[in-house]
């Protein structure tokens, strides 16, 4: 699929990163290279994923290192927009939402825990 | 092909596809959830399989292409749309028809399978229209045995990704070998800075129940084995009927070789939850304690579920004209039953006799209670079968209708249910197409859009009450009532009650449809329905409230085949009557009766209750005897008497029809054998009521 696009926008008190298009292998490297730029800012963290049209492994990888990366450089972190049935339906087939995040998850922000 | 064999697959099939009409109804309503998206493909994975098994080339063939766009379903990529339920539908239908056709010997229509599967074939993306090939041949490679559970790591090799490999695929082909809990472990992916996104960090561990064996796990890691770790542990055998329980967490973790022995133990002594404990002091990866958490869970679980299982095991499919059978033979003994107690109370002196025929009369009362029982179905599955009436039937007329039911559980006799079935079909047309308005009608007189027909069924007594109704425009008195005056059914004038009105629905031929659509307006239907409700011994009642609605209630006897009764004698006749319809009996003088002036009414307490003397009814010859007995009857929410010679007592009656010499004759529904050979016939109170009132109209 050609034509994704990530947009950073600087929402005041966070870095605003909406992804349009598919989050597939073949974007990923730009997708990566997004997130770091929007980390780079020193602020929380918004990624909105709601306009997101085909997602794959590689895809739910990224969302998993970019939650590390907030937790390594102490940075809020928050998925917006993934209920969109096909993000619940990718997660669920690849084994990934728990209930319990990864070690240094200390603010609960895991993108895979389970909302209760 | 054995065809033993064969029927019992089309036996199952028809489960299968009934199973399969009720998720994909239940997934239209419910499109976001994808537990019943998978309900849907493991049918059709079922219907498959069995299918290809069982020489079914055609099913298996044509239920791996609808499967095909249902794998994209599953993944998430393609969306459960009206237009994908539809087509499903249609191809529920068509594998019916396969069957059908079958076994009836004739070929099916090609054309039409084929319009159903371009339909799917143009759903899937471009790239995977190739995809839709045959089935494997015939069972190919498998190997039938005890459902046993396997722990699979599989770590792909990081370039995975980039050789056009995905591992989520083979994650799918593992959860079609059956149930499976599959945890993606994150502990290796690193921060964005380090991360090679191109590079997969992911690795799972998936525990599987399957009875195809360790190689079916391994064939399906066939084509990455070279590319990944991948390890394959038997943990549950299935032959161990060890109850729900399975190993501790510490167990599993050691097992996997995530933890050791040591670590547990200085663990353990810290006193709190091993999983706790060994992400709190940093051994393991919470990950790696879900993962463990979730195989015990999920053994636990397989474990729990063989249980049942193994009962179910032990039941066997029969063929129901059998069990008809074995009903019928149950009637007869109870009819020689009741000859034998006849005898032995005739024989006072032999005590022996008396005593086995005691015996013979409580083991025949259990028998017959028994195979009365083994016909007992719910009548739920009927109940669904209604869904897709609804349905179809609403939207070919632009209405928008729900089904709710309650009740399914309800069991009733398997022959009562099989004639319900048109009854109903009837009744819910006529709510769909007369009861529920339009959508712009109703929200006008500010209802909700969406109609409701609630379907019910409860016990009540030795009877069950079927509830229809519906919650739309209620049934129109001015035209019911102009339309019995055309039809010269009343006359003009005439004072009725909401009842009466009601019940001038069930005329033959009558309809106040203006116009005559596919559905209804024929003026065929309410009277078919009355009549297979007679024929049921069952009962109709209409509840009617303009602008709010129509419920129709139909009561039913659980059974058709034997019912409690009471014995009456009219002159040397006997006759019985239902039991669950009498109240009470009571005695009649001959001067009460003069004193009544001819009418038949007898004072009960304070009310005034009507009698039917039915001596004079059935012209029967001599004298009445000098006090005679009324048995009142509770009946359309009435009382009603019976005037007879002598009440004898209760009485196990064994139905048997009259035979079509007899059928018109009125008053009477049936008859049954008496212990002394004799025959009484069963007295039909709704036709002697009826009867009698217009026999009053005139």
């Given at each position: 699929m050609d034509g994704t696009t990530i947009r950073i926008v600087d929402g005041g008190a966070a870095t605003v990163v909406a992804i349009e298009g598919a989050m597939s292998i073949e974007h990923a490297g730009e997708i990566r290279d997004g997130l770091l730029q929007a980390f780079g800012a020193g602020k929380r963290v918004e990624l909105s994923l709601a306009e997101v049209t085909e997602v794959d492994l590689s895809g739910l990888q990224l969302l998993c290192s970019a939650h590390r990366t907030s937790l390594a450089r102490h940075l809020g972190f928050r998925v917006t927009g993934e209920e969109n049935g096909r993000f619940a339906a990718m997660a669920r087939a690849a084994g990934l939402p728990r209930h319990v995040g990864c070690p240094g998850d200390q603010f609960g922000t895991c993108v895979w825990k389970r909302k209760q | 092909m054995n065809d033993e064999f064969a029927r019992t697959f089309r036996d199952e099939a028809r489960e299968q596809l009934a199973e399969l009409e009720d998720a994909l109804l239940a997934m239209e309503e419910d499109p976001d959830d994808l537990g019943l998206v998978g309900r849907v493909f493991r049918t059709m994975h079922t219907i498959k399989g069995s299918g290809a098994m069982f020489g079914y080339d055609d099913v298996a063939a044509f239920t791996h292409e609808v499967e095909t766009v249902y794998d994209l379903v599953r993944n998430g990529e393609l969306p459960v749309s009206k237009e994908l339920v539809n087509l499903s539908l249609a191809a529920r239908d068509r594998i019916l028809e396969m069957l059908d056709a079958s076994e009836q010997g004739r070929a099916v229509e090609p054309g039409l399978n084929e319009r159903v599967l371009a339909g799917f074939r143009d759903m899937l993306p471009e790239s995977r229209r190739q995809d839709a090939a045959p089935p494997l041949a015939a069972g190919a490679g498998q190997e039938a045995g005890v459902p046993a559970t396997y722990r699979i790591r599989f770590r792909p090799d990081a370039a995975v990704f980039c050789r056009g490999i995905n591992p989520l695929g083979l994650l799918n082909e593992l959860q079609e070998l059956g149930p499976c809990t599959v945890v993606a472990q994150t502990s290796a992916v690193a921060d964005l800075e380090t991360l090679d996104p191109e590079a997969c960090q992911l690795f799972w561990d998936v525990i599987l129940t399957t009875d195809r064996g360790g190689d079916a796990i391994r064939d399906v890691f066939i084509f990455v084995e070279d590319d990944c770790e991948l390890t394959v542990t038997l943990i549950d055998d299935g032959l161990d009927d060890a109850r729900g329980d399975y190993k501790r967490l510490g167990e599993i973790l050691v097992e996997r070789g995530d933890l050791t022995e040591e670590q547990i133990v200085e663990l353990l002594d810290k006193r709190k939850r091993l999983g706790e404990l060994a992400v709190e002091a940093g051994v393991l990866h919470p990950d790696r304690v879900s993962s463990a958490l979730l195989e015990q869970q999920h053994v636990r679980q397989q474990r729990e579920e063989r249980q049942p299982k193994a009962d179910a095991a032990s039941s066997i499919r029969v063929a129901a004209d059998k069990l008809d059978q074995l009903v019928n033979l149950v009637g007869e003994l109870v009819t020689v039953q009741a000859r034998l107690s006849l005898v032995a109370q005739g024989l006072k002196t032999h005590a022996e006799l008396a005593s086995v025929a005691e015996e013979v009369e409580r083991l025949t009362g259990e028998l017959r209670d028994n195979a009365l029982e083994i016909r007992m179905l719910p009548i739920g599955a009927t109940f669904s079968k209604f869904k897709r009436l609804v349905r179809d039937l609403s939207s070919e007329l632009g209405k928008e209708i729900e089904l709710a039911t309650h009740g399914a559980e309800t069991e009733l006799d398997k022959t009562v249910i099989e004639k319900l079935n048109d009854p109903l079909v009837h009744i819910i047309r006529n709510s769909i197409d007369h009861g529920v308005e339009a959508p712009q009608v109703r929200l006008a007189a500010g209802k909700p859009k969406n109609g409701t027909i609630t379907l019910g069924a409860v016990h009540s007594g030795d009877s069950v009450l079927i509830t229809i109704r519906d919650d739309g425009a209620g049934l129109n008195r001015e035209a019911i009532r102009a339309k019995a005056i055309e039809r010269k059914l009343i006359p003009h004038g005439a004072e009725l009650s909401d009842k009466e009105i009601w019940n001038l629905i069930f005329a033959p031929g009558f309809s106040t449809a203006a116009k005559v659509s596919s559905v209804s307006g024929r003026g065929v239907g309410m009277d078919v329905v009355k009549q297979a409700l007679d024929a049921l011994r069952g009962t109709i009642d209409v509840q009617s409230t303009t602008g709010q609605g129509t419920c129709i209630t139909l009561k039913i006897p659980l059974t058709l085949a034997i019912i409690e009764s009471l014995l009456v004698k009219i002159g040397d006749d006997r006759f019985v009557l239902p039991?669950?319809?009498?109240e009470e009996c009571i005695l009649l003088s001959k001067e009460e009766t003069a004193a009544s002036h001819g009418r038949d009414l007898l004072q009960v307490r304070d009310r005034l209750v009507p009698y039917l003397p039915l001596r004079s009814i059935f012209g029967t010859p001599g004298e009445p005897p000098a006090i005679q007995q009324v048995v009142i009857c509770r009946f359309q929410e009435r009382s009603i008497g019976f005037l007879v010679d002598r009440v004898i007592g209760e009485h196990q009656t064994v139905i048997k029809s009259l035979g079509p010499m007899y059928q018109q004759a009125e008053g009477v529904s049936g008859a049954t054998i008496l212990g002394d050979g004799c025959v009484a016939l069963i007295l039909d109170v709704d036709a002697l009521v009826r009867a009698a009132e217009r026999e009053t109209a005139r």
């Amino acid at each position: 699929m050609d034509g994704t696009t990530i947009r950073i926008v600087d929402g005041g008190a966070a870095t605003v990163v909406a992804i349009e298009g598919a989050m597939s292998i073949e974007h990923a490297g730009e997708i990566r290279d997004g997130l770091l730029q929007a980390f780079g800012a020193g602020k929380r963290v918004e990624l909105s994923l709601a306009e997101v049209t085909e997602v794959d492994l590689s895809g739910l990888q990224l969302l998993c290192s970019a939650h590390r990366t907030s937790l390594a450089r102490h940075l809020g972190f928050r998925v917006t927009g993934e209920e969109n049935g096909r993000f619940a339906a990718m997660a669920r087939a690849a084994g990934l939402p728990r209930h319990v995040g990864c070690p240094g998850d200390q603010f609960g922000t895991c993108v895979w825990k389970r909302k209760q | 092909m054995n065809d033993e064999f064969a029927r019992t697959f089309r036996d199952e099939a028809r489960e299968q596809l009934a199973e399969l009409e009720d998720a994909l109804l239940a997934m239209e309503e419910d499109p976001d959830d994808l537990g019943l998206v998978g309900r849907v493909f493991r049918t059709m994975h079922t219907i498959k399989g069995s299918g290809a098994m069982f020489g079914y080339d055609d099913v298996a063939a044509f239920t791996h292409e609808v499967e095909t766009v249902y794998d994209l379903v599953r993944n998430g990529e393609l969306p459960v749309s009206k237009e994908l339920v539809n087509l499903s539908l249609a191809a529920r239908d068509r594998i019916l028809e396969m069957l059908d056709a079958s076994e009836q010997g004739r070929a099916v229509e090609p054309g039409l399978n084929e319009r159903v599967l371009a339909g799917f074939r143009d759903m899937l993306p471009e790239s995977r229209r190739q995809d839709a090939a045959p089935p494997l041949a015939a069972g190919a490679g498998q190997e039938a045995g005890v459902p046993a559970t396997y722990r699979i790591r599989f770590r792909p090799d990081a370039a995975v990704f980039c050789r056009g490999i995905n591992p989520l695929g083979l994650l799918n082909e593992l959860q079609e070998l059956g149930p499976c809990t599959v945890v993606a472990q994150t502990s290796a992916v690193a921060d964005l800075e380090t991360l090679d996104p191109e590079a997969c960090q992911l690795f799972w561990d998936v525990i599987l129940t399957t009875d195809r064996g360790g190689d079916a796990i391994r064939d399906v890691f066939i084509f990455v084995e070279d590319d990944c770790e991948l390890t394959v542990t038997l943990i549950d055998d299935g032959l161990d009927d060890a109850r729900g329980d399975y190993k501790r967490l510490g167990e599993i973790l050691v097992e996997r070789g995530d933890l050791t022995e040591e670590q547990i133990v200085e663990l353990l002594d810290k006193r709190k939850r091993l999983g706790e404990l060994a992400v709190e002091a940093g051994v393991l990866h919470p990950d790696r304690v879900s993962s463990a958490l979730l195989e015990q869970q999920h053994v636990r679980q397989q474990r729990e579920e063989r249980q049942p299982k193994a009962d179910a095991a032990s039941s066997i499919r029969v063929a129901a004209d059998k069990l008809d059978q074995l009903v019928n033979l149950v009637g007869e003994l109870v009819t020689v039953q009741a000859r034998l107690s006849l005898v032995a109370q005739g024989l006072k002196t032999h005590a022996e006799l008396a005593s086995v025929a005691e015996e013979v009369e409580r083991l025949t009362g259990e028998l017959r209670d028994n195979a009365l029982e083994i016909r007992m179905l719910p009548i739920g599955a009927t109940f669904s079968k209604f869904k897709r009436l609804v349905r179809d039937l609403s939207s070919e007329l632009g209405k928008e209708i729900e089904l709710a039911t309650h009740g399914a559980e309800t069991e009733l006799d398997k022959t009562v249910i099989e004639k319900l079935n048109d009854p109903l079909v009837h009744i819910i047309r006529n709510s769909i197409d007369h009861g529920v308005e339009a959508p712009q009608v109703r929200l006008a007189a500010g209802k909700p859009k969406n109609g409701t027909i609630t379907l019910g069924a409860v016990h009540s007594g030795d009877s069950v009450l079927i509830t229809i109704r519906d919650d739309g425009a209620g049934l129109n008195r001015e035209a019911i009532r102009a339309k019995a005056i055309e039809r010269k059914l009343i006359p003009h004038g005439a004072e009725l009650s909401d009842k009466e009105i009601w019940n001038l629905i069930f005329a033959p031929g009558f309809s106040t449809a203006a116009k005559v659509s596919s559905v209804s307006g024929r003026g065929v239907g309410m009277d078919v329905v009355k009549q297979a409700l007679d024929a049921l011994r069952g009962t109709i009642d209409v509840q009617s409230t303009t602008g709010q609605g129509t419920c129709i209630t139909l009561k039913i006897p659980l059974t058709l085949a034997i019912i409690e009764s009471l014995l009456v004698k009219i002159g040397d006749d006997r006759f019985v009557l239902p039991l669950s319809l009498v109240e009470e009996c009571i005695l009649l003088s001959k001067e009460e009766t003069a004193a009544s002036h001819g009418r038949d009414l007898l004072q009960v307490r304070d009310r005034l209750v009507p009698y039917l003397p039915l001596r004079s009814i059935f012209g029967t010859p001599g004298e009445p005897p000098a006090i005679q007995q009324v048995v009142i009857c509770r009946f359309q929410e009435r009382s009603i008497g019976f005037l007879v010679d002598r009440v004898i007592g209760e009485h196990q009656t064994v139905i048997k029809s009259l035979g079509p010499m007899y059928q018109q004759a009125e008053g009477v529904s049936g008859a049954t054998i008496l212990g002394d050979g004799c025959v009484a016939l069963i007295l039909d109170v709704d036709a002697l009521v009826r009867a009698a009132e217009r026999e009053t109209a005139r």
